[in-house]
Structure formats: C-alpha cells, structure tokens
C-alpha cells in the first residue's frame, strides 16, 4: 500500500461535515449515510485481508451476521446495553474469525477464496436452520434499547441521536483500523501480501500473524454487523448470505483496495448507486452490472486507483514543467 | 415400499441428478479448472443454452437441432467474453475476473428477463423423450436416463479429446506452462480463446437438457452457480474425472441425505467441500501444485 | 540468417540488454558466453518473442520480427530449448514430442531428413526406452534430451539453447554436447548458450561474450583461447 | 575434530523429491565466526542445501543442529528466530513496499516488536535509527522512500542482503549475493558483507571464486548432493577432484 | 491534494442527495409499493403490481381518492429485508406514501412490519402468509388482506377431511417460515375435519430444490394418498411435473396452483390436483364475473389470478379503508381499518380487529383442461368454503398483543 499523505485537516473537515449532515439532509439521506458508515466499517475490515493482506475472501459475511446474530440475541434476551451488545457483536465476530480462521489461513488464493466461501455457506444454513435461535429466514426482531449514560437516558429511536451513536462508533472503528495499518502488525500484513515467505524467513510467523489478523477483520466485522441488526432492528440470514459477502468484496473493489480509505468510499459509491439506482430505472442490474464490467476494464484499481493515477500523472506534469 | 428397498432407486436417482451437475459443471471444469478463471458467469450461459433452445424450438420445432444450434451460439458468446472481456483483466488476477464475471451474470439475467420474459417457460421434449419406461418394476422418466446418457457421452467424448488427442495434450500443457507451448509455435491465446468457447458451448448443451427438467427460467443461474463450484474444487482443479465423482458424491449425498437426515441434506455439500479442502486442498482427484 | 540489431529489453524498469547486436550465420553454430545474469538468457527470450524487445530489430530470413508472437516466431523457423527446460511433468515423453511435433521441414533444411518422432528416438534410444513414462518421473539427462528432442521435432532451421549442461553429471555433459553437435551438423543453425567454456570453445564457429547486458568481444574460439584478458575479464571464475 | 565451537552440525543429510535424491548423505560443520563458502556445479543442491537448514524444506533422514539444538524440520521463522537468517539467490523482496520498509519490517521483527500495538512503526525512534543504520551500510539510504520493486538490479540485491542482515543473526547464509552483478558493483556488495558480517559465521554459496577467496576461509565442494571436499582454498583450488567436477578440466588452457 | 479528492466526494455526495428529491404535488396522494422487481423472482414483484395498479386505475378512474389522484411509486426491495426497511424509510420519509404496499416475499414483509411503528405508516400485506407477520409479531401498523397459512391449508383440510376419504397424508413444503407454517396448521386443521388422517411423511425441502425424485420416492415409499404442499413457483411445478414423470398418481393439495406460470410447464401434469385460495378464476356468478371483468378493464386484459388478484383485492380494500375515515390520517386510516367488512367477489372479507388478518371465505378448484383465460390447461373452481370454517383463532395463530 501507498502510503497516503495523511493530513489532519481533511479527516476533521469532514467529521465536521458529518457533524453538521442532519441540519444539511433530510432524514431519509441521514439513514442512508448511516447505512454507508456501517459498510465502511464492514468493508475495511474486509480490506485488512483483502487489499492490505492480498487474500480473497468470499466469506466474509458470516463474521458479519454471526456479529448481528449476537448482538441481536444477547439484547433481546439478556437485555445488555447497545454499545455492549455491539462490542459483543465483534468478540463473537472475533471469535468465529479465529475458529474458522485455524482452517483457512493456510490456504492462499482460489483455495483461500473457496474454503471462506463453504464455511460462510456452513454458517447461513446454520442460521437457515436453527430456527428456534435464529429464527430462520424470517429472522429475529428486536427493539434498538435506549442509551444510558449516568442518570442520562438517550433516546437512540430518534434517527439524530441514532446517527450521532453510529456516527461515534464509525470514527471509533475507523480510527482503530487506521492505527492499526500503522503498528508493526499492519506493517507486517503488508510484508505478507508483498511476500509471505520472506516475512517468515526474516523471522516472523506468519500463520500466527494472518490468524491474529483474520480474527481482527472478524471482529470489526462483527461490529459493523451488530451495528447493523441495531439499525435494521433486526436481524436475518441476508446478513449472512453469499449476496453479503460478494458485496463487501464488490465495495471494496470498487473503492479500491490499495488506500486505505478505498473501501470507505467504495462502500458509500455501492450504497448510493445501488440505492438510486434502483428508484430510477427497474433494470438497474442491467446498469449496474455494466458499471462493474467498465470498473474493472478501465480502473483496475477501483475509484482512488482512478485518483492515485491522476495524481501522479499531475505531479509528474508539475516535475516536467520545472525547468532542469 | 418400505425405507429400505427404496436404496437402488434412490441411488438411481442420486446418480443422474449428479450427471446432471456434471454435464453443467463440464465446461466450469475447462474454465476455472484448467484455466484458472473465477467464471461466475457460467451459470449464466447455461441458463442462455436453456433460453436459446426455448426459442430454436418455438421456430423449428426440432430439439434434436437445439442440441447442436444452442451450443455453438453459446460458445460463441464464451469466445467473445473471453476476447474482449476476461483477456483483458487476466493479468490483474483472481478479484477482477470474478468481479467481472459477476456483472456478465448480472447483464445476461437481466437481458433473459427482459427478451424471454420473467415467467418460467415451457419446453417440449420430443415425444420419445417425455415419456416413462417401466423396467425392475419402477416407472422410470425416459428423460432422466436420456440425461444420464448424453452426460456419459459428453464425459467420454471430453475425456478422449482431453487425454488421448495431440489437441488434448496442447490444452493441458498450455495450462501448466503457456509460454513454452508458445515457443513451440502454438498460439496459445487461441487455445484459452477455443477451450473458452468449448467450456461455453458446453454449458450451453447443458442448458438445453437441463433447461427442460430443472424448467427454463430466470433463476435457472444464481441456484446452481454455487453446486457448481463445490462440483469444481471437490473435483480437484482440471480434472474431469474429479469432476465426474465429484459430481456422482454430490448427487448421492443429496439423494440419501434427503432419506436419512432431511434437514441436513443441503449443509451436506458445503460440509464436503469444507472437508476436501481442508484435508485435500487439491481435490479429490487433482494433481498437487 | 538472424540478426539482432541494438536490441534493448527491459523487465518493467530495469533494462537489462543495451544494444545488443548479434549474427547468426546459416548452418553456423554460435556460442553466447558470460557469467550469471549478465542477459544471456534474456537474448534468447527477446528473440522469441516470450520478452520483447523495447527497441531495435530482429531480423530472421528477411523479415523483421521483433514485434512477433512466440508461436508465429516459432512457426517461422526458430526452436527453443529453455535453461528451465519446461518439459510437461504430466504428460509422457511421447506426448511432451507430440506437442512440438511439426512434419514439414523448412526449405533451408531441405535434402535432409526431416526429423519425425522416429527420427528421435533413434537419436536419443534413452527417451524411446522412456516413451510412456511421465515427464517429471525423469532424470535431469533425460529431460534436456527430451527438451533438445521436443524442439527437433517441429524441424527449426535455427535453435536457441540456452545452458543445455546445467546441472549434469560429466558423461551425460558429453552425450548432450554430442547431440548438439550433431544438430550442427544437419545443417540446423545453432545458438548456444554456455558457462562451461570448454564445451562452447569445441563446438562454437563463433562466440559472443556478454557482460552486463553488452556484447563486450566477438571471434572464433582460435582467437578466445588466445585473449587470456577476455577471458579473465568476462568469463572466468 | 573437536566439537566445541560448533555452530551448525549437519549430520547425514538427506532429501529426495519424488524419489530423486538432490542431498545424498550431506556432513558439514560450521564453527563460530566462520566464513564458509559453499561452491558446486549447478545444479549440485547448493540451494536445496540451504533450503534444508532454513526450513523450506524438511530433511527426508539427517539432523541438523544449531549451537547444539536440532532444527531440523522448525519453521523457518522459529529457525531464523534462532539466529540464523539467509538471502536468495533470486531476488526476494517486499517489491511493493518501499525500501524503508523492507529493511524495517527485519529490524522489527529482530527486537521481537511483532504484535506490539502501543505505538506506531513511525515513533519508535530506535527502530527508524537502526533501519537507517542499515540502510546506509548497504548504501541504499538515499533511496529509502522508493519502491523495492522499482529499483535497479544492483539495489535490489543488496536490499536482499541487506535483509538478511538487519535481524543481526549469529550466522548468515548468502545464496550467490553476487549473480549478475557488474565487477564494481560486486567490489561493493563483498566489501559490505565483509564489514557486517564481522565476527558472525556465515555461509555462503558463491561461483565467483575472487568473492570465495576475499570473504572465505573454509570452502566445501557440494557435488551431486554431497560435499566433495573441505578445506581452506588454497588446499581445495588445488584438489584434482574438486578441479573435475567443478573447475572443468579446461582442456584448452 | 488529498483534499481535493475529498472535496471531490462531497461534491459528488451532495450532488446526488439533491437529486433525490422528489416533487410533492398537492393534488395527489402517492402509494408507495416495496416490492422485488430484480433478481429471480422479480416475476412474483410484477404481478403483485399489476395487481395494485388495476386496482389504482380503477379507483383513479372513479375520481380518486378523497379528491386526490393516486400515485404509485414503487421501489425494488430486491428479495432482501434490509433492502426493505430502507426502501420503506425512503417511500414513507421521503415520498410522503400514506402507505407501503408488499407481498411477494413474507421474509420481507416481517422485516418492514417490524419497521412500521417507528415510521407511523401502514404496512399492507396484500399476499404474504408466514403466520407470525399478523401473529407473533403483530403491530397495529400491519393489515393482512390475504389468507394467511392457517387459513389456506385450513380449506385444503375441509376440503380433503369431508369430501375425499383419503386419509393418508404426506406433507412436502419448503424449508422455511412459510412451509413450517403449512405443514404445522395442516396438522392441526386435519385434527379438526377428520381425526383418523394419518400424516405418513413430513419433509422441508430447500427454496429452489432441484432435483424432486429423491422426495417423490420417499412419499412413494411412505404409502401416502395425498401430498400437501405450499410450495410456489418452480419448486410446485417441479414437484407436479416430475412427480408425475416418477408414477406419483395421488393428488397434490396445494395453495399455489392458480399460478398462470406454475399451470402453463405442469399442464396435463397438474390433473388431480386441488388448489384452495381466497378467490379463484371461474366462480359463476355474477359478482365473480364482475370482478374479473372490472380487472381485466383496468389491467390491460389481465385476469385477476393468484398475487395478482390478492394484491388486487388488498388495495381495494385498503381505499375502502381510506374512504371510510375520510382522511389519510394513519390512526384514523388504522381504526377504520379495524372490523371494517368488504364485499369480496365470492362473498364478504372482514378485517379482524385484533391481529389486522382478514377473514376470507376461500374456494377449492381442480384441473381443468382449458378455460377462457388462458390457452393452457387451468383450474376450475369446484367448492367456496365460508370464512368462518377456516378462521384461525387468534390463540391458534400465536397472535400476541402488541407493546412497544
């Protein structure tokens, strides 16, 4: 990965931006970023093995929707607190990520794409099945509970408060996924996708490593699916189906896995297209399918692969003009 | 009839519903087993075998030509994805041939929706087909074992071109080292070209039989895309002889699966994969990297 | 019969020939010589087309080929018998001859013998004993013969050998510098590449050094064995 | 031979793939501060020997043992943990990080700071200074923010060595750190290995026989998968069988 | 530089929000349906709005709605819950609908139930069945004017209990909500009309199974005389067609035959089969008539079958509803709603207070080899069975109160 030119300015201009979105939206639009927030979250937690760690997933929505799955029944019948049920939401996503992950990270490329993509089948007929937990396809309804901080109660059905809650946990997230690019583990899942062999030859070990990082990716994946049910108000097993998986493959491709925030604006490009999209024209597959085919004939790189190479083709022009 | 002389039958059962999958899952065998390519589209060109045919037989009325038409019009559309399409991002890796692959099945459902229409359509099978035969005292569907038959002959025929031909032999040499078969002057791009086109074609002729069994219509693709995969890798890459027990075991599993443990019986499949991929990363017949 | 004129080539950004020019004359044996990774491999692979060159030109019997595919460089006439030597593990020996296998000769081949399967395995009586044996079951002497064998049977007018005693034991080293020499003799224009300066200097009509990617001396092998600063300077350990 | 002082005792080393045997009963010792070059014919198993001690491979029969604890059969990163680190002979490098990076992901990984996630890469100062340090031993400092892949040859290989070398191991093993370099370029790189590599044993495969004899004292012939002879060059440039198999009887000189 | 691009998509963010806008007119009120348009059940979507615009047509056509011009802005739920509620939000915050309109899917259809109370806006459930959308998870924002899965296997049991002496029953259904729900009221209702039957055989078989020979000889080895199935779409024409390729002579229950595109592949395969809804083409009479009629007038001669004729009447009866409060007003809407009687083509549907399910005589029809509407093998129409003998009672159906 490149190394972005981190500035602070920009990152506080646009939580300012989003601090201000409710005065600007209407509340539906609020609702839709709120959806794109929680798949930015989902989508670069699926970059930490995707376009940071080189690996193709298929099955990175069972973290999502084991994530949910918890969330959603540990409030409904053990009445836990939303922000606990979220944080258990990721330990579960977590948990499943290091049960699952003993078997697939020793796997790497079509094999890794196909083992991830038999266990997520494993894990939707799981919840198909056990209908007396899961509720099967009808799912599990629950009422989002209200926040209580001190004697304070937050009235979290309003969508303003909701945002700001998701809009917190969001930067949390993202934040902790950033920092994380930037310890010597985000360092080393980058050795790993440059050349595994080497980074074991120079002493690290990478089964080890790729396992801490693939629980990691479904802990985060479990809190952008706990996030999620939280939103949705419930839960069922299209959080969790092949549908799910491939569209966090598709946001982060599109955005582009080779940034850091590629993912991030891939899951907002995905969200917002597919939402017009579909109000405006009824064969909408047709166009989208379309958008995808010239995505990845002409932009390899996904939308900040576009901007990385406009931008060094600008500095290179601004190198030519400086006279030698 | 009691649960237990119910076995043969439902081993009969097992296998052609298996060589069923097997005939679908022939030309995935060339395309991603040998060539390596993510092709979620397959499932679309067997689905557009299924509607071509629909249509060659509204206008001729002759089946036995939609086996031969249908095909080679798919195939073609294999050769162009693969020359303007696939040819183009192959070098960018696994992700971009899938995701392009996958906006193909995208396009190609909608195109069948629009042009054919949303609602399943009828296919009639030619008189000798669409009938029973009546043998060790069970009625039989003509058509099951007409199923069974062409997926022998298409097993066999590939087999013979794939092991026993010089084309064969080009084929799987250009899978596993392309630029010397270059360097000895074969074109290989065409090769991938033809043996893309071959795989089509060979979902076409699928979608012809199957279409009028498994009934022609839209969501024809999206349900076996997947069971082909599982066909593919538990396989083992490239094999079509792992394809075809691959195939069998699937078939059988589902069909005693439903006698024995119903509410299992579709974990069974992915429970298989999982395990052949973890004990047997290569398949159950592949050869090791 | 093949000329290169100033080729350069590059691996992505690092150029690795830098104008390279050499001739191979009909019927003429030519040995390129130096040490590790100074381009001789990558010569070989630029006039076959597998990395094209970025600038110069490739002249092969009157027609400009350095912008051609591999397979239709090939189909003109030239054969490759690659360092790795690339035999198809899975396949057995006849299949792996099969593959190679084109029956008419060329016209400058013309008056001899075109070289047909049988032809092959009356010159390399160990590959007939292996005929259905698969590629990878054999033994490192058998496979460069099956390499040499393979690229015989679609009767090349010039073969490009690239390091053919790499790793053999001494006597299978005579037995293949005898097959090549025998190449020679049919009249199949040859260019070797070799570290073994003994064995270039016995079969070579003449030699290139290379160095860093740069012909640095042409001559015959007479003039070779006379120049001790050459060989001190470009070749010897 | 007295066994105190030993570093790597190979005892009987075998491996075959798929029935061909590459290492044929391989014995070879390397003392502490060493220099020991290891020279063959292609093709003799000088790689796959290498292989073998670094754990790509697994031994079919032998033992290998360092500073007296076998590690035959270890991971390689538990091997190289041990102190024993390696270069390839084919360019093996993070080609998309930058060459900072590369020599820092080893410098990391030497002061054990793997999964340590209290402070970012950036801020830890020693770190950075040894990354430095290292970049400027092997004369790549000025090139730090460049892709690894977008190097030259030249640099690219002395970032492999360099590699090598910022995890500081007890000993160091160099497969043909040299091939394909320029006269100037290889004065360079052996001038380098032999100011860091001061004191450590190392073990290197080399063709060059000016680098064997400036760098090396022990040389071992490897022929056919087993060391033919061992001994100090100028008793090993002088031995008839090693002049065979190796040298080449060069009927024309 | 980075801030341009990051400029750059807010730029391109807020272009896009503002295209979203949508212009409210004074003089029309908007009806908003979520329904499944894409993917491979985008057939069931369809028709379920063919079903709502007649019915729009239609009342557009006599002058509106309290005055105002009804519009439809329909939105892709694409078979997906979330997708759904999102939707839903849209319709409901942005286009103002008075009310959202679903029924292809029952998966979907919980999921934008549940959602109804934070939006304050009536669900329609115009033919999605699972019990627990007007059951267990009822809230009085929900108005089911379908059957639901009690209530249609309820018919089939009258009808095979007192007229049929089969008694031997094997039920297949898909294995989800909608077949658990068949199957379990089966039971129950068979209990009730003829005690002695004998359930023989009870399998769940995936949504889109493929291949039913497996199924058909295990109800082949279990003795069965009849099959109940509430299977729809490909997985009942499958289960017919290759049934009777395997020998299977007995008769099929089933509650989605009156599928035009389920009819049109089985053709000579559906012979013996008995189908129950809450109106099937064919009545003779003439109220049927009229209600055929009036739909094919307003449906560019459509006939009013399966969820096109639930969707039909559904949106009848939710202006029916609108007309009789006088207001759009979602709680006055709701309490006309409640215990409202709608004269229906076979006699009057009352809308049940408690749990918002309507109460529906049904019919039975069997095979028959043609009829006017279509130029393939159809059903006709052989018995009407009165609401009150296949009213489900709300303990039956798990109907608990609603609390937020």
Redesign the interface.
């Known amino acids: 990965m490149r190394r972005s030119r981190f500035t602070w300015l920009p990152i506080l201009l646009i939580i300012a931006l989003l601090l201000i979105l409710p005065k600007l939206v209407s509340e539906y639009r609020l609702n839709l970023v709120i959806t794109m927030m929680i798949y930015s979250i989902f989508a670069l937690s699926y970059n930490m093995l995707?376009g940071q760690g080189g690996l193709?997933s298929f099955g990175h929505a069972a973290y999502f929707g084991f994530g949910a799955y918890a969330t959603v029944i540990l409030i409904k019948h053990f009445s836990l607190s939303l922000p606990m049920g979220i944080l258990i939401g990721g330990l579960a996503g977590a948990f499943l990520g290091v049960t699952f992950g003993v078997?697939v990270v020793r796997?790497r490329?079509?094999?890794f794409?196909?083992?991830t993509?038999?266990?997520n089948?494993?894990i939707y007929?799981?919840a198909e099945?056990w209908r007396t937990v899961t509720g099967g396809e009808d799912g599990i309804a629950f009422m989002r509970p209200n926040l209580h901080l001190g004697g304070w109660e937050i009235d979290l059905w309003a969508t303003l408060n909701w945002y700001y809650f998701v809009l917190l946990v969001t930067v949390i997230c993202i934040g902790c996924l950033w920092y994380l690019t930037l310890t010597p583990l985000g360092r080393l899942n980058l050795c790993m996708r440059e050349n595994e062999e080497r980074a074991s030859f120079i002493g690290f070990n990478t089964y080890a490593s790729r396992l801490l990082i693939y629980t990691l990716a479904g802990f985060f994946a479990g809190v952008a699916g706990g996030l999620a049910a939280a939103f949705q108000e419930f839960v069922t097993t299209t959080f969790i189906n092949?549908d799910k998986a491939?569209d966090v493959?598709?946001m982060t491709?599109i955005g582009g896995g080779g940034t850091f925030f590629g993912p991030v604006i891939g899951a907002c490009a995905l969200t917002l297209v597919n939402d017009l999209l579909s109000s405006w024209i009824e064969?909408w597959?047709?166009v989208?399918?379309?958008?995808?085919?010239l995505?990845?004939?002409y932009a390899?790189n996904g939308l900040s692969g576009i901007y990385l190479s406009l931008r060094e083709q600008w500095d290179k022009r601004k190198r030519g003009e400086q006279p030698s | 009839?009691?649960?237990l002389?119910?076995i043969p039958?439902?081993f009969l059962?097992?296998l052609?519903?298996g060589m069923?999958l097997f005939l679908v899952a022939s030309g995935l065998t060339l395309i991603f087993g040998m060539m390596?390519v993510?092709n979620f589209a397959h499932g679309a060109l067997y689905m557009l075998g299924a509607y071509f045919s629909y249509s060659i037989l509204r206008w001729t009325g002759q089946f036995w030509l939609c086996m031969i038409v249908a095909p080679l019009l798919v195939g073609a559309i294999g050769i162009l994805i693969e020359r303007f399409?696939l040819r183009?991002?192959h070098i960018?890796g696994?992700?971009?041939e899938?995701?392009?692959t996958?906006?193909?099945?995208?396009?190609i459902?909608?195109?069948v929706?629009?042009v054919w229409g949303?609602?399943?359509?009828?296919v009639e099978v030619p008189a000798m087909l669409s009938g029973?035969i009546q043998f060790l005292g069970?009625?039989?569907?003509t058509?099951?074992l007409f199923i069974l038959l062409i997926s022998v002959a298409v097993f066999a025929v590939l087999f013979i071109i794939l092991y026993k031909t010089?084309a064969g032999?080009?084929v799987?040499?250009a899978v596993?080292?392309s630029?010397?078969?270059?360097?000895?002057?074969?074109?290989?791009p065409l090769v991938f070209m033809l043996l893309f086109g071959v795989g089509g074609a060979l979902a076409g002729l699928a979608g012809v039989i199957g279409g009028p069994y498994?009934?022609t219509?839209?969501?024809m693709a999206?349900?076996?895309i997947?069971d082909l995969?599982?066909v593919v890798?538990v396989g083992g890459?490239g094999s079509l002889p792992g394809a075809l027990l691959a195939s069998f075991l699937i078939g059988e599993l589902?069909?005693?699966g439903?006698?024995f443990v119903?509410?299992m019986?579709?974990?069974l499949e992915?429970?298989l994969?999982?395990v052949v991929?973890?004990v047997k990363?290569e398949g159950l017949l592949g050869?090791k990297a | 019969m093949l000329a290169l004129s100033d080729v350069n080539t590059y691996y992505d950004n690092s150029h690795i020939l830098h104008d390279v020019s050499l001739q191979v004359k009909s019927g003429e044996t030519v040995a390129l010589l130096g040490r590790n990774g100074v381009g001789k491999t990558t010569t070989m692979r630029t006039i076959?087309g597998?990395t094209p060159a970025r600038r110069g030109r490739i002249r092969f019997k009157d027609k400009d080929i350095e912008r051609w595919?591999?397979?239709q460089?090939?189909?003109a006439g030239i054969g490759?018998v690659?360092e790795e030597r690339?035999i198809?593990?899975?396949?057995t020996v006849h299949?792996?001859l099969?593959?190679?296998?084109?029956s008419e000769p060329y016209a400058s081949n013309q008056g001899l013998e075109p070289w047909s399967l049988e032809k092959c395995y009356d010159t390399f009586p160990s590959l007939k004993k292996r005929q259905f044996a698969k590629g990878g079951t054999l033994s490192g002497g058998e496979q460069q013969m099956l390499t040499i064998a393979?690229?015989l049977v679609?009767n090349p007018e010039l073969i490009l050998i690239d390091e053919p005693t790499e790793g053999l034991a001494p006597k299978i080293v005579d037995v293949v510098a005898e097959v090549i020499q025998t190449i020679a003799r049919q009249g199949i224009s040859v260019l070797l590449v070799e570290q073994k300066l003994s064995i270039a200097l016995e079969l070579a009509d003449r030699i290139y050094v290379i160095s860093k990617g740069m012909i640095q001396w042409h001559g015959t092998p007479e003039q070779l064995r006379s120049s001790e600063e050459v060989r001190k300077s470009y070749l010897e350990v | 031979m007295s066994r105190s002082g030993i570093l790597l005792d190979i005892q009987g080393l075998y491996k075959d793939f798929r029935g061909v045997e590459v290492i044929n009963n391989l014995t070879l010792c390397v003392r502490k501060g060493e220099r020991h070059a290891i020279i063959g014919p292609n093709g003799a198993g000088k790689t796959t020997f290498f292989n073998l001690i670094t754990g790509r491979y697994t031994p079919s029969r032998g033992t290998i043992s360092f500073e007296g604890r076998p590690i035959s059969g270890m991971a390689p990163h538990r091997i190289n943990r041990m102190g024993i680190s390696r270069s390839f002979q084919i360019t093996n490098i993070f080609p998309g990080l930058s060459v900072l990076e590369n020599i820092r992901s080893a410098i990391l990984s030497k002061k054990g700071i793997r999964w340590s996630f209290r402070r970012r890469v950036s801020a830890m100062a020693d770190v950075n200074r040894e990354t430095l340090d290292v970049l400027k031993l092997i004369g790549l400092d000025t090139q730090h923010h460049l892709l690894a892949g977008s190097l030259d040859y030249g640099a690219q290989r002395a970032l492999e060595i360099g590699i090598s070398l910022a995890t500081d191991p007890k000993m160091i093993m160099l497969d043909e750190p040299t091939a394909g370099m320029s006269i100037e370029e290889t004065r360079d790189i052996v001038s380098m290995i032999d100011r860091t590599t001061k004191g450590k044993a190392l073990l290197i495969i080399e063709h060059d026989m000016d680098v064997v004899f400036s760098l090396a004292d022990t040389i071992s012939v490897i022929h056919y998968g087993t060391v033919l002879a061992s001994g100090p060059p100028d008793v090993i440039s002088n031995d008839p069988k090693v002049k065979e198999a190796y040298l080449g009887e060069d009927k024309a000189c | 530089m980075n801030r341009k691009l990051i400029f750059g998509i807010i730029g391109i963010m807020s272009l896009c929000f503002l295209m979203g806008a949508t212009v409210w007119a004074a003089d029309t009120v908007n009806f908003g349906v979520c329904e499944i348009r894409?993917?491979?059940?985008?057939?069931n979507g369809?028709r379920t709005i063919w079903g709502i615009e007649a019915a729009v047509n239609e009342a557009n056509d006599q002058g509106g709605l309290l005055g105002k011009q009804i519009k439809l802005v329909i939105e892709d739920n694409q078979g997906k819950g979330e997708i759904g509620v999102q939707k839903t939000k849209k319709l409901v915050m942005q286009d103002n609908c008075v009310v959202v309109i679903q029924g292809s899917s029952s998966g979907v259809g919980g999921a934008i139930g549940q959602a109804m109370p934070r939006l304050k806006t009536i669900y329609l459930d115009t033919n999605a069945e699972a019990m627990g959308i007007t059951g267990e998870n009822f809230n009085p924002y929900v108005f089911r004017t379908c059957l639901n899965a009690g209530m249609h296997v309820k018919a089939l049991a009258n009808y095979f209990g007192t007229k049929t002496k089969l008694r031997k029953v094997f039920l297949i259904n898909q294995?989800y909500s909608w077949g658990y729900d068949v199957a379990k009221y089966y039971e129950m209702a068979i209990k009730q009309f003829s005690p002695d039957t004998q359930i023989v055989g009870k399998?769940?078989?995936?949504v889109?199974n493929?291949?039913f020979?497996?199924?058909v000889?295990?109800i082949?080895?279990s003795?069965a005389d009849y099959v109940i199935s509430g299977n729809w779409?490909?997985d009942l024409?499958?289960l017919v067609?290759?049934g009777r390729?395997?020998?299977m002579e007995i008769p099929i229950g089933a509650t989605f035959l009156d599928d035009?595109?389920?009819m049109?592949?089985a053709?000579e395969a559906a012979e013996g089969c008995i189908q129950a809804n809450m109106y099937i083409l064919g009545i003779d009479s003439d109220k049927a008539r009229a209600f055929e009629d009036t739909f094919h007038k307003y449906s560019d001669g459509k006939w009013p079958s399966f969820v096109i004729m639930e969707a039909y009447i559904g949106t009848k009866m939710f202006i029916e509803a609108v007309r009789k409060a006088g207001s759009f007003d979602t709680d006055k809407v709701i309490k006309a709603f409640e215990g409202m009687t709608w004269e229906g083509p076979i006699g009057p549907i009352t809308m049940r207070t408690e749990d918002h399910q309507a109460q529906s005589p049904a019919v039975i029809a069997e095979y028959a080899p043609s009829t006017k509407y279509y130029d393939?093998p159809y059903l006709k129409p052989i018995m009407t069975i009165p609401a009150s003998d296949i009213s489900v009672s709300l303990e039956d159906s798990g109907w608990k109160p609603y609390k937020k």
């Open positions: 995707f193709l078997f796997m490329g079509v094999s794409a196909l083992l993509l038999a266990f089948q494993l007929v799981t099945k092949l491939t493959l598709m491709f064969r597959a047709i989208q399918g379309g958008l995808f085919i995505l990845v004939l390899p | 009839m009691d649960a002389s119910i039958i439902q059962h097992g052609v519903y069923l390596g993510l399409l183009k991002v960018h696994h992700a971009h899938l995701l392009l996958f906006g193909l099945a995208y396009i459902e909608e195109i929706k629009w949303n609602q399943p359509l009828h029973s069970i009625t039989y569907p058509y099951r010089r032999i080009i799987t040499a596993s080292r630029e010397m078969v270059n360097a000895l002057g074969i074109n290989v498994l009934i219509n839209p969501g999206g349900t076996i997947i995969f599982v890798v890459l589902q069909s005693f439903i006698l119903p509410q019986a579709i974990a992915f429970l994969m999982a991929l973890i990363p050869e | 076959m597998l595919k591999p397979y460089i090939a189909r490759f690659p690339w198809f593990p899975t396949l299949q792996n099969l593959i190679g296998l084109k393979r690229t679609g | 894409s993917g491979a059940f985008k057939t369809d294995d399998e769940f078989h995936p889109f493929k291949d020979a497996p199924y000889s295990k082949a080895a003795g779409g490909t024409t499958q067609v290759q390729k395997l020998g035009d595109g389920v049109g592949i053709r393939f």
